[in-house]
């Protein structure tokens, strides 16, 4: 990403299984009535960098739950809901054989494999699935692509590795990293903040 380029990213709002601490990944989970209030919200705090934010690129990954809320987002904003485009690479990291399950249920039938996850959290990969590093792979290759002030609608494993990567964290702290669904993270030659 080039000096200069303001990224203005932004996890999907709550879903049904966020509530439940289920594991997402790809699977195609719609956002719920707390999720629609969370993208309200934050499209009333991009307002505030209106109206240069008019002129910026909107994103969003082709899952529904970021698709509706960047559409909310736009709409918040006064902005045309559906004038914006996906891309693949938007999307979360893939926990194969854990999507769909629960974190409860992981830790009765997974435990091996967590303890695994927890000490080399960037590296591990499920079953069937991605790694951060495999997500880290596709997020540079779309950071390659910025070329102006970008607002993005993602997914919490998306704002990790992009933080990893743009802010020079450690990638074996990646799990600590927090993905909240009510604020918006901005990014900007190499500062952060949260609006």
């Given at each position: 990403m080039q000096d200069g380029i303001t990224l203005y990213c932004i996890r999907?709002?709550?879903t049904d299984w966020n509530a439940?601490?289920?594991?997402?990944g790809q699977a195609d989970i719609a956002i719920n009535a707390t999720g629609r209030r969370q993208a309200c919200r934050n499209g009333e705090a991009l307002r505030t960098f209106l109206p240069d934010l008019a002129e910026a690129r909107f994103v969003s990954s082709p899952?529904?739950?970021?698709?509706?809320t960047?559409?909310?987002?736009?709409e918040t904003l006064?902005?045309?809901?559906?004038?914006?485009?996906?891309d693949e690479r938007l999307l979360e990291v893939h926990?194969?054989?854990?999507q769909g399950q629960l974190l409860e249920t992981l830790k009765a039938t997974e435990a091996e494999a967590l303890a695994a996850r927890q000490a080399n959290p960037f590296r591990f990969r499920p079953p069937g699935g991605?790694?951060?590093?495999?997500?880290l792979s596709r997020t540079c290759d779309w950071l390659e692509t910025l070329e102006s002030d970008t607002v993005v609608t993602t997914h919490g494993g998306f704002t990790r590795t992009l933080r990893v990567h743009l802010l020079d964290l450690d990638p074996n702290k990646i799990?600590?990293?927090?993905?909240?669904q009510d604020r918006v993270l901005i990014i900007r030659n190499g500062e952060m903040s949260w609006a």
């Open positions: 999907h709002g709550q439940q601490s289920r594991y997402q899952s529904s739950r970021a698709r509706e960047m559409r909310i987002i736009r006064g902005l045309a809901p559906d004038d914006f485009p996906t926990y194969g054989a854990w991605e790694s951060y590093a495999d997500l799990l600590d990293l927090e993905v909240p």
